[in-house]
């Protein structure tokens, strides 16, 4: 698009349960990279689909399934990776 537009990505994604740790952030390497491209991007990882259909509908994460999220904003430059494991926030470098 022509002018000052900013692009986005935005996905709400159902995983199996059992990933382990260095699974999702294989995973999150992954989709960080696939979606370079976009300004902005918003990605949200659940291990249950309820909870993954509820955030694409509401866009309200549930803190209980949420596991793996991706964002990136380019006006501030945020551009984070964090698992979220036993009560635990983990940045993926």
């Known amino acids: 698009m022509q002018g000052n537009v900013a692009s986005l990505k935005g996905m709400s ?6 990933l382990s740790e260095q699974e999702l952030r294989s995973l999150g390497r992954n989709f960080r990279d696939k979606f370079n491209r976009y300004d902005n991007i918003n ?4 291990n249950n689909a309820d909870a993954a259909r509820e955030f694409a509908d509401s866009g309200r994460p549930n803190p209980a399934f949420r596991v793996l999220s991706i964002s990136r904003h380019k006006k501030s430059n945020r551009d984070v990776t964090l698992i979220f ?3 635990r926030t983990i940045e993926v470098p």
């Open 85 to 87: 494991r036993n009560g």
């Open 43 to 46: 990605i949200e990882f659940f």
């Open 13 to 18: 994604i159902y995983v199996d349960p059992d």
